[in-house]
C-alpha cells in the first residue's frame, strides 16, 4: 500500500514537472550542446550541409592580437557591469533608508522603480536625446550653467560611461525594492535602543543596518553584476554597433553581430562560450568569497 | 481522473488549433491559382507611402498575383533578409543593396534572372548599373536606385564667408570650411564649415571611397583581393578625414551635420544623390540655398566620384518565381501614357533621382527635370565617371572595419597614420579569409 | 512613529532623487510634441513651440499600432499564464511532494537561472524557426516556413517556463501547512483537486506578483522579439516597431513619430503598474526576505 502510493505520488511529481523539463530540454539542454558544435564550426545558419568543421580556429581567432575581443570589447563589458552596479547600488543603498524613515513609502518607491517597468527602447532612446549635445536636455542645463557642453556620445572617453550611467539610472528602483525588503526585516526595537543610547542616524546606519543587510547587499550585488555582464539592449539602442569605433561595444552585443549581421554564427558562438566562461568563473569566485563572509544562504 | 482528461484534451486542442492557425497564417495563397509574393525593401516611412500605389495598381490589375510590401529599416534589411532565409521564411522579392552581393552570393539566396530580363538589363542600363546588378558576371535582377555621391554646399553660408562658387581642390574645400564656421564664446559650433554624416557604417565610408575615387582609385583591388588603402588616392583621403574632426579637425564631431545641414548651419558635407529629395521636403523655402557640385579632387583635375546600386532580385528559394519575374518585368520595363516605368516614376517624383533605365531617360518628363533641375542632371551626369562600390563576400565586415578606424581617428582614440594601417590590414585579412 | 524620525534634509535629498527618475519621462512626453524642424534647433527647450497632435496621428498611421497592440498583448497575456501554470505546478512538486531525484531537479532549476540568456541566443533561435510540426515543417523541422516564427507563437513559447517563477512558488507553497493538503488527502480528494482547489487560492499573492512581473518583461522584451520580427514582419511587438520606425537613413524625419510611440507604448504599462505595485511590491518584497 505504502509502496503503491510512493510510486503514485512520483509519477504525479513528474507529470507536474513534464512542461517544465520538456522545455529545458528543448531550449537548454539541446542549445548547450549545439552551441557548442557550431563554435568548432564555420556556419552561415543555413543548412547543415554547409557547416565546416574548423576545431579551433575561431576561438583561436578570438584570442588572437588583430581581435578586438579582449580589449576593448571584454574591457568595456567589465566597465559597463561594474559601474551600472555601483551607480544603482551606492543610490538604492542611500535611498532605500532614507525613504524607510519617510512618508509615502510607496509612493517614494514607485518613483524610483519606473525606469524598470520600462521598455529598454524607450529609455535608450530618450536618454540619447538627452544626452545630444546641441539640444539636449542634459547639455542645455550644463551649458545655463556656464560650463561647454561634453559629447557624452560621441567622445569615446565619456561614451562608454555615460551609457553605463544609463544603466545604472535604471536599476536602481529594483535594488531599492530588495533593500527595502532586508530593511523591514530588521526588527524596530534595535533603532529605539539605539536612539535612547543617544546614536545618530549616520551610527544607527553604521552600527544597525549595514551589518544586518549584509546578505541583502551581496544579493543584489551579484544578481547586478552577473546580469550587467550580459545584457546588451540599452547599448544596441543607444549606439547601435557599439560606437564610435568600438568604444561601448559589449561581449554579448558583438556576438548577436557576429552571428546575425555577418553571418558568423561560429565565431559567435566561440564569443559566447567565452563570456559564459568568465561570468561563470566570477560568479563562483563572488560565492567563494560570500562563504568566507559568513553568508551561506546564497 | 475526468478533470485530468479534460485538462489534457482541452490543452491539446488549444496547441492543435494554434498550430493549424500558424499553419493557415504561413502559406496564405499557396491554395488555387491565386499567389501572394512578398516583397522586402528599405522604403519605409514616407517612402513606403509612395511605393503602395504603385503595387495597389499592379495588384489591382492582377488579381492572381498579389504583392504584399515589407518594409524594413536600411539598417535591419541585410540581417531580415539573411534570417529569413535560414528560417525558410523567404521572401519572393528582395530590394537589394549590392554591396552585400557577396554575402548574399555565398548564402545563394538570390536567383539568376531568366535570359529575357538579362538581356534587356544589359541593353537598357549604364554600365555602373548593370555592373551593380550583376555577382561573379551574371545578371541577378533589375537595376533601380543607382545613386552617386557628390559636394552638398549652403549658397546662402559659402556667399556670407565671400565665396561665389564651391571649391575644386581639397585644399580650397579645407580653406573654404575655416572661413565659413562660426563658433560662439564657449567654443560651442554655432555654423559648420564642412563636416561628414554620421552614424552608421555606409554613411561614413562611401563619402570615403568617393573622396578615393575622386583621387583615382577604389577602396580594393578588382580581384577584391586586397586593399588599396596604402596607395595614394587612401593616403590622402584619410589625411583629410583626419583634418575634418578631432584634434586636428577643424570642426567638432558633436555637431550633428545631417541635422545641421537641414537647418541651414553646415556649409557643406558630401552626400549622395537622394538627399536631394529629403532636403526639399525638410527644408522647404530654405531648399533654395542648397547647391550641389561635383566632387571636388585633390589636384582640381579631372576626377570621378562612387555610386551604389539597389536592385532588385528574386529569392532562390522562391516557390513563385515565375510570378516574381513577371512583377519585376512590369514593375522596371511597361511604359505608360508619358514613356516611363512604374519605377522610373518611383525614383523622379520621391527622391528627385534620374532613372538610369534608357527608356526612362528618353521620356519628356525626364527630360524636362533634366533642364530644370541641375542637381538632377549633376548627379545622373556623375554616374558617367563613377566606379562601383565593390562587394566582396565579406563586404559589410570590410566596411565596418573603415568605419570603426575612422571612428577611432575622429575620436582621438589613434592617429591617422594608424587608421590607415590597422584598416589596410585589417581588410586585407578579411578578404584573404573567405 | 515613522515620520518624526525623518529630518528635512532625507525630503531634499529624495525630492532630487525623483527628479532625476521623473525628468526623462517627462522629457519624453514633451518631446513627442516638438516638430521635426524643432529637433534640428540648436537649443534645447523644454517645452515644445507649439504642441503638434500630428506627431501621434503620424506615428498610428506608420506604425500599424493595432497590429502592434495586438501582438504585444497576446504575447504577454500567454506568457504569464503559461508561466504561472509550469511555475506553479513545478512549485508545488518540489515544495510538497517526495520523491526520487528531487534535489536533482531543484539544482537543476536553481542552476538555469545562472546560465546567461545570451548563451542560448543562436541555438534557440535556430531550433524556434525550425521547430517540427509547426509552421509548415516536417518531424525533421524541414521544408517549413519558419517553424514557430510562422505565428505568434514564436513570441511565446521560448518564454514560457521560468527559472525565476519557479523558484518564487516553491519558496510561496513551503510556507502552506502540510495539515491542510493531509486532511483534504484523508478526504480522498484526488492531487490535481488538491493542486487547484486548495493550495492555488492560498497561493495567489505570489500567483500576482509573478502574473505582473512575467507580463511587464514579455511586454518590454526587445531583443528575441526584434529577431523574431526579421523572420517574420507580422510578429513586431511595441518595443521593437517603434525602434524600426527610427529610419537609420534619415532620422531627424523620424525622430518626433518615434518620441510619440514611445509614449503610446510605454505610459499605458506604467499606468498598470502604478495601478497594481502594491501586489507586485509585496511579494518582491517577500520573496526577496527569503
Given at each position: 500500500m505504502r509502496r503503491f502510493k510512493f510510486k503514485r505520488e512520483t509519477l504525479l511529481a513528474y507529470s507536474f514537472l513534464s512542461p517544465v523539463l520538456l522545455f529545458y530540454m528543448i531550449f537548454l539542454m539541446i542549445p548547450v550542446v549545439f552551441s557548442v558544435i557550431i563554435s568548432f564550426t564555420d556556419w552561415g545558419g543555413f543548412d547543415f550541409a554547409s557547416m565546416k568543421w574548423v576545431g579551433l580556429k575561431n576561438y583561436r581567432s578570438i584570442f588572437s592580437g588583430q581581435s578586438s575581443f579582449l580589449h576593448p570589447i571584454l574591457t568595456n563589458t567589465f566597465v559597463f557591469a561594474f559601474g551600472g552596479v555601483a551607480i544603482s547600488f551606492v543610490a538604492a543603498l542611500v535611498i532605500s533608508y532614507l525613504i524607510s524613515r519617510m512618508r509615502f513609502e510607496g509612493l517614494w518607491r514607485t518613483m524610483f522603480f519606473m525606469p524598470a517597468v520600462t521598455t529598454v527602447v524607450a529609455i535608450g532612446n530618450v536618454w540619447y536625446y538627452m544626452y545630444n549635445p546641441t539640444n539636449g536636455l542634459i547639455n542645455g542645463v550644463i551649458t545655463a550653467l556656464g560650463f561647454r557642453p561634453v559629447n557624452f556620445l560621441d567622445d569615446p572617453n565619456h561614451a562608454l560611461l555615460s551609457i553605463t550611467a544609463v544603466s545604472g539610472w535604471m536599476g536602481i528602483g529594483s535594488a531599492v525594492l530588495l533593500l527595502s525588503a532586508g530593511l523591514k526585516g530588521i526588527p524596530h526595537d534595535y533603532y529605539e535602543a539605539a536612539e535612547l543610547e543617544g546614536a545618530g542616524q549616520f551610527r544607527q546606519y553604521t552600527r544597525i543596518t549595514f551589518p544586518l543587510l549584509k546578505p541583502t547587499i551581496l544579493f543584489v550585488l551579484i544578481t547586478s553584476f552577473i546580469g550587467g555582464l550580459q545584457s546588451f539592449t540599452l547599448t544596441m539602442v543607444m549606439a547601435k554597433s557599439g560606437g564610435p569605433g568600438n568604444s561601448t561595444n559589449v561581449g554579448a552585443l558583438e556576438m548577436y553581430n557576429q552571428a546575425f549581421s555577418f553571418g558568423n554564427w561560429g565565431v559567435a558562438s566561440a564569443m559566447a562560450f567565452v563570456l559564459f566562461v568568465v561570468i561563470f568563473i566570477i560568479t563562483m569566485a563572488q560565492l567563494l568569497i560570500f562563504r568566507k563572509g559568513g553568508v551561506e544562504s546564497y | 481522473m475526468k478533470t485530468w482528461k479534460k485538462v489534457l484534451s482541452g490543452?491539446?486542442?488549444?496547441?492543435?488549433?494554434?498550430?493549424?492557425?500558424?499553419?493557415g497564417s504561413g502559406?496564405?495563397?499557396?491554395?488555387?491559382?491565386?499567389?501572394t509574393l512578398t516583397l522586402l525593401s528599405h522604403y519605409n516611412g514616407n517612402n513606403e507611402t509612395a511605393l503602395k500605389p504603385i503595387i495597389e495598381k499592379w495588384n489591382s490589375e492582377n488579381p492572381d498575383i498579389q504583392v504584399k510590401l515589407t518594409p524594413v529599416d536600411f539598417g535591419e534589411l541585410l540581417k531580415t533578409i539573411m534570417t529569413k532565409?535560414?528560417?525558410?521564411?523567404?521572401?519572393?522579392?528582395?530590394?537589394v543593396y549590392t554591396l552585400w552581393g557577396g554575402q548574399l552570393a555565398k548564402s545563394n539566396v538570390?536567383?539568376?534572372?531568366?535570359?529575357?530580363?538579362?538581356?534587356?538589363v544589359a541593353q537598357n542600363y549604364p554600365e555602373a548599373a548593370v555592373k551593380g546588378a550583376s555577382l561573379n558576371g551574371k545578371v541577378f535582377g533589375y537595376p533601380t536606385e543607382v545613386q552617386a555621391y557628390g559636394l552638398f554646399y549652403n549658397k546662402k553660408l559659402l556667399k556670407e564667408a565671400g565665396y561665389d562658387a564651391p571649391p575644386k581642390t581639397w585644399d580650397e574645400m579645407l580653406e573654404m570650411a575655416q572661413k565659413i564656421e562660426k563658433r560662439d564664446s564657449s567654443g560651442k559650433v554655432l555654423v559648420q564649415g564642412f563636416g561628414f554624416q554620421r552614424g552608421y557604417a555606409g554613411l561614413v565610408d562611401q563619402p570615403f571611397m568617393a573622396m578615393m575615387a575622386a583621387a583615382g582609385s577604389p577602396l580594393l583591388s578588382d580581384d577584391l583581393a586586397k586593399s588599396n588603402l596604402d596607395g595614394d588616392a587612401g593616403r590622402k583621403t584619410m589625411d583629410f578625414y583626419s583634418k575634418v574632426y578631432g584634434k586636428n579637425g577643424i570642426t567638432d564631431i558633436a555637431f550633428n551635420t545631417t541635422k545641421g545641414f537641414g537647418a541651414g548651419q553646415v556649409g557643406m558635407t558630401i552626400g549622395a544623390g537622394w538627399w536631394d529629395g529629403s532636403l526639399k521636403t525638410l527644408m522647404k523655402d530654405a531648399y533654395a540655398d542648397v547647391g550641389e557640385a561635383p566632387m571636388p579632387t585633390p589636384d582640381g583635375g579631372a576626377g570621378g566620384t562612387m555610386a551604389y546600386t539597389w536592385a532588385y532580385g528574386v529569392n532562390s528559394k522562391s516557390k513563385h518565381q515565375e510570378e516574381a519575374w513577371k512583377f519585376l518585368q512590369w514593375l522596371n520595363t511597361q511604359t505608360d501614357d508619358s514613356g516611363m516605368t512604374p519605377e522610373g516614376k518611383f525614383l523622379l517624383d520621391t527622391f528627385n533621382v534620374i532613372p538610369s533605365r534608357k527608356s526612362d531617360l528618353q521620356s519628356a518628363k525626364?527630360?524636362?527635370?533634366l533642364q530644370s533641375s541641375p542637381s538632377a542632371k549633376l548627379f545622373a551626369d556623375a554616374l558617367n565617371n563613377?566606379?562601383?562600390?565593390?562587394?566582396?563576400?565579406?563586404?559589410?565586415?570590410?566596411?565596418?572595419?573603415?568605419?570603426?578606424?575612422?571612428?577611432?581617428?575622429?575620436t582621438d582614440q589613434i592617429q591617422a597614420d594608424a587608421a590607415l594601417k590597422n584598416a589596410h590590414e585589417q581588410i586585407g585579412a578579411k578578404l584573404a579569409e573567405k | 512613529m515613522k515620520s518624526h524620525r525623518a529630518p528635512w534634509y532625507f525630503y531634499v535629498i529624495i525630492a532630487v532623487g525623483s527628479v532625476i527618475m521623473v525628468f526623462p519621462f517627462l522629457d519624453m512626453i514633451f518631446s513627442s510634441f516638438k516638430s521635426a524642424s524643432e529637433y534640428a534647433l540648436l537649443n534645447y527647450k523644454l517645452l515644445p513651440q507649439q504642441f503638434m497632435f500630428d506627431n501621434y496621428r503620424l506615428a498610428v498611421e506608420q506604425l500599424q499600432l493595432l497590429l502592434l497592440f495586438k501582438n504585444s498583448l497576446i504575447r504577454s497575456v500567454s506568457i504569464t499564464l503559461l508561466v504561472l501554470i509550469t511555475s506553479s505546478l513545478a512549485g508545488y512538486v518540489l515544495a510538497k511532494l517526495r520523491f526520487p531525484g528531487k534535489q536533482v531537479v531543484f539544482r537543476f532549476i536553481l542552476s538555469t537561472m545562472m546560465f546567461p540568456a545570451f548563451l542560448f541566443f543562436i541555438p534557440n533561435y535556430f531550433i524556434t524557426v525550425h521547430f517540427p510540426l509547426v509552421g509548415g515543417n516536417d518531424i525533421l523541422g524541414q521544408g517549413g516556413e519558419g517553424g514557430l516564427a510562422?505565428?505568434?507563437?514564436?513570441?511565446i513559447v521560448p518564454f514560457s517556463v521560468s527559472g525565476f517563477g519557479i523558484f518564487l512558488m516553491r519558496q510561496f507553497m513551503i510556507s502552506i501547512e502540510d495539515a491542510y493538503l493531509e486532511a483534504a488527502r484523508i478526504d480522498g480528494a484526488k492531487e490535481l483537486r488538491i493542486f487547484v482547489q486548495i493550495v492555488m487560492p492560498m497561493t495567489a499573492p505570489a500567483l500576482a506578483t509573478l502574473a505582473?512581473?512575467?507580463?511587464?518583461?514579455?511586454?518590454?522584451?526587445?531583443?528575441?522579439?526584434?529577431?523574431?520580427?526579421?523572420v517574420n514582419s507580422n510578429l513586431a511587438t511595441l518595443p521593437v516597431g517603434i525602434q524600426m520606425l527610427k529610419s537609420a537613413i534619415d532620422p531627424t524625419l523620424t525622430q518626433p513619430l518615434v518620441m510619440a510611440g514611445l509614449v503610446i507604448a510605454t505610459i499605458p504599462i506604467l499606468m498598470l503598474f502604478i495601478f497594481l505595485q502594491k501586489y507586485y511590491v509585496r511579494g518582491m518584497m517577500n520573496a526577496g526576505l527569503k
Amino acid at each position: 500500500m505504502r509502496r503503491f502510493k510512493f510510486k503514485r505520488e512520483t509519477l504525479l511529481a513528474y507529470s507536474f514537472l513534464s512542461p517544465v523539463l520538456l522545455f529545458y530540454m528543448i531550449f537548454l539542454m539541446i542549445p548547450v550542446v549545439f552551441s557548442v558544435i557550431i563554435s568548432f564550426t564555420d556556419w552561415g545558419g543555413f543548412d547543415f550541409a554547409s557547416m565546416k568543421w574548423v576545431g579551433l580556429k575561431n576561438y583561436r581567432s578570438i584570442f588572437s592580437g588583430q581581435s578586438s575581443f579582449l580589449h576593448p570589447i571584454l574591457t568595456n563589458t567589465f566597465v559597463f557591469a561594474f559601474g551600472g552596479v555601483a551607480i544603482s547600488f551606492v543610490a538604492a543603498l542611500v535611498i532605500s533608508y532614507l525613504i524607510s524613515r519617510m512618508r509615502f513609502e510607496g509612493l517614494w518607491r514607485t518613483m524610483f522603480f519606473m525606469p524598470a517597468v520600462t521598455t529598454v527602447v524607450a529609455i535608450g532612446n530618450v536618454w540619447y536625446y538627452m544626452y545630444n549635445p546641441t539640444n539636449g536636455l542634459i547639455n542645455g542645463v550644463i551649458t545655463a550653467l556656464g560650463f561647454r557642453p561634453v559629447n557624452f556620445l560621441d567622445d569615446p572617453n565619456h561614451a562608454l560611461l555615460s551609457i553605463t550611467a544609463v544603466s545604472g539610472w535604471m536599476g536602481i528602483g529594483s535594488a531599492v525594492l530588495l533593500l527595502s525588503a532586508g530593511l523591514k526585516g530588521i526588527p524596530h526595537d534595535y533603532y529605539e535602543a539605539a536612539e535612547l543610547e543617544g546614536a545618530g542616524q549616520f551610527r544607527q546606519y553604521t552600527r544597525i543596518t549595514f551589518p544586518l543587510l549584509k546578505p541583502t547587499i551581496l544579493f543584489v550585488l551579484i544578481t547586478s553584476f552577473i546580469g550587467g555582464l550580459q545584457s546588451f539592449t540599452l547599448t544596441m539602442v543607444m549606439a547601435k554597433s557599439g560606437g564610435p569605433g568600438n568604444s561601448t561595444n559589449v561581449g554579448a552585443l558583438e556576438m548577436y553581430n557576429q552571428a546575425f549581421s555577418f553571418g558568423n554564427w561560429g565565431v559567435a558562438s566561440a564569443m559566447a562560450f567565452v563570456l559564459f566562461v568568465v561570468i561563470f568563473i566570477i560568479t563562483m569566485a563572488q560565492l567563494l568569497i560570500f562563504r568566507k563572509g559568513g553568508v551561506e544562504s546564497y | 481522473m475526468k478533470t485530468w482528461k479534460k485538462v489534457l484534451s482541452g490543452t491539446v486542442l488549444a496547441a492543435l488549433a494554434a498550430t493549424t492557425a500558424a499553419c493557415g497564417s504561413g502559406d496564405g495563397g499557396s491554395s488555387g491559382k491565386k499567389v501572394t509574393l512578398t516583397l522586402l525593401s528599405h522604403y519605409n516611412g514616407n517612402n513606403e507611402t509612395a511605393l503602395k500605389p504603385i503595387i495597389e495598381k499592379w495588384n489591382s490589375e492582377n488579381p492572381d498575383i498579389q504583392v504584399k510590401l515589407t518594409p524594413v529599416d536600411f539598417g535591419e534589411l541585410l540581417k531580415t533578409i539573411m534570417t529569413k532565409q535560414s528560417a525558410g521564411q523567404v521572401a519572393d522579392i528582395m530590394h537589394v543593396y549590392t554591396l552585400w552581393g557577396g554575402q548574399l552570393a555565398k548564402s545563394n539566396v538570390l536567383a539568376e534572372a531568366p535570359q529575357s530580363v538579362a538581356d534587356d538589363v544589359a541593353q537598357n542600363y549604364p554600365e555602373a548599373a548593370v555592373k551593380g546588378a550583376s555577382l561573379n558576371g551574371k545578371v541577378f535582377g533589375y537595376p533601380t536606385e543607382v545613386q552617386a555621391y557628390g559636394l552638398f554646399y549652403n549658397k546662402k553660408l559659402l556667399k556670407e564667408a565671400g565665396y561665389d562658387a564651391p571649391p575644386k581642390t581639397w585644399d580650397e574645400m579645407l580653406e573654404m570650411a575655416q572661413k565659413i564656421e562660426k563658433r560662439d564664446s564657449s567654443g560651442k559650433v554655432l555654423v559648420q564649415g564642412f563636416g561628414f554624416q554620421r552614424g552608421y557604417a555606409g554613411l561614413v565610408d562611401q563619402p570615403f571611397m568617393a573622396m578615393m575615387a575622386a583621387a583615382g582609385s577604389p577602396l580594393l583591388s578588382d580581384d577584391l583581393a586586397k586593399s588599396n588603402l596604402d596607395g595614394d588616392a587612401g593616403r590622402k583621403t584619410m589625411d583629410f578625414y583626419s583634418k575634418v574632426y578631432g584634434k586636428n579637425g577643424i570642426t567638432d564631431i558633436a555637431f550633428n551635420t545631417t541635422k545641421g545641414f537641414g537647418a541651414g548651419q553646415v556649409g557643406m558635407t558630401i552626400g549622395a544623390g537622394w538627399w536631394d529629395g529629403s532636403l526639399k521636403t525638410l527644408m522647404k523655402d530654405a531648399y533654395a540655398d542648397v547647391g550641389e557640385a561635383p566632387m571636388p579632387t585633390p589636384d582640381g583635375g579631372a576626377g570621378g566620384t562612387m555610386a551604389y546600386t539597389w536592385a532588385y532580385g528574386v529569392n532562390s528559394k522562391s516557390k513563385h518565381q515565375e510570378e516574381a519575374w513577371k512583377f519585376l518585368q512590369w514593375l522596371n520595363t511597361q511604359t505608360d501614357d508619358s514613356g516611363m516605368t512604374p519605377e522610373g516614376k518611383f525614383l523622379l517624383d520621391t527622391f528627385n533621382v534620374i532613372p538610369s533605365r534608357k527608356s526612362d531617360l528618353q521620356s519628356a518628363k525626364v527630360q524636362e527635370v533634366l533642364q530644370s533641375s541641375p542637381s538632377a542632371k549633376l548627379f545622373a551626369d556623375a554616374l558617367n565617371n563613377a566606379l562601383d562600390e565593390q562587394s566582396p563576400a565579406a563586404g559589410m565586415e570590410v566596411q565596418d572595419i573603415l568605419y570603426k578606424q575612422i571612428e577611432s581617428m575622429w575620436t582621438d582614440q589613434i592617429q591617422a597614420d594608424a587608421a590607415l594601417k590597422n584598416a589596410h590590414e585589417q581588410i586585407g585579412a578579411k578578404l584573404a579569409e573567405k | 512613529m515613522k515620520s518624526h524620525r525623518a529630518p528635512w534634509y532625507f525630503y531634499v535629498i529624495i525630492a532630487v532623487g525623483s527628479v532625476i527618475m521623473v525628468f526623462p519621462f517627462l522629457d519624453m512626453i514633451f518631446s513627442s510634441f516638438k516638430s521635426a524642424s524643432e529637433y534640428a534647433l540648436l537649443n534645447y527647450k523644454l517645452l515644445p513651440q507649439q504642441f503638434m497632435f500630428d506627431n501621434y496621428r503620424l506615428a498610428v498611421e506608420q506604425l500599424q499600432l493595432l497590429l502592434l497592440f495586438k501582438n504585444s498583448l497576446i504575447r504577454s497575456v500567454s506568457i504569464t499564464l503559461l508561466v504561472l501554470i509550469t511555475s506553479s505546478l513545478a512549485g508545488y512538486v518540489l515544495a510538497k511532494l517526495r520523491f526520487p531525484g528531487k534535489q536533482v531537479v531543484f539544482r537543476f532549476i536553481l542552476s538555469t537561472m545562472m546560465f546567461p540568456a545570451f548563451l542560448f541566443f543562436i541555438p534557440n533561435y535556430f531550433i524556434t524557426v525550425h521547430f517540427p510540426l509547426v509552421g509548415g515543417n516536417d518531424i525533421l523541422g524541414q521544408g517549413g516556413e519558419g517553424g514557430l516564427a510562422a505565428s505568434v507563437l514564436g513570441l511565446i513559447v521560448p518564454f514560457s517556463v521560468s527559472g525565476f517563477g519557479i523558484f518564487l512558488m516553491r519558496q510561496f507553497m513551503i510556507s502552506i501547512e502540510d495539515a491542510y493538503l493531509e486532511a483534504a488527502r484523508i478526504d480522498g480528494a484526488k492531487e490535481l483537486r488538491i493542486f487547484v482547489q486548495i493550495v492555488m487560492p492560498m497561493t495567489a499573492p505570489a500567483l500576482a506578483t509573478l502574473a505582473i512581473f512575467e507580463f511587464i518583461n514579455s511586454w518590454n522584451e526587445f531583443i528575441w522579439a526584434l529577431l523574431m520580427n526579421s523572420v517574420n514582419s507580422n510578429l513586431a511587438t511595441l518595443p521593437v516597431g517603434i525602434q524600426m520606425l527610427k529610419s537609420a537613413i534619415d532620422p531627424t524625419l523620424t525622430q518626433p513619430l518615434v518620441m510619440a510611440g514611445l509614449v503610446i507604448a510605454t505610459i499605458p504599462i506604467l499606468m498598470l503598474f502604478i495601478f497594481l505595485q502594491k501586489y507586485y511590491v509585496r511579494g518582491m518584497m517577500n520573496a526577496g526576505l527569503k
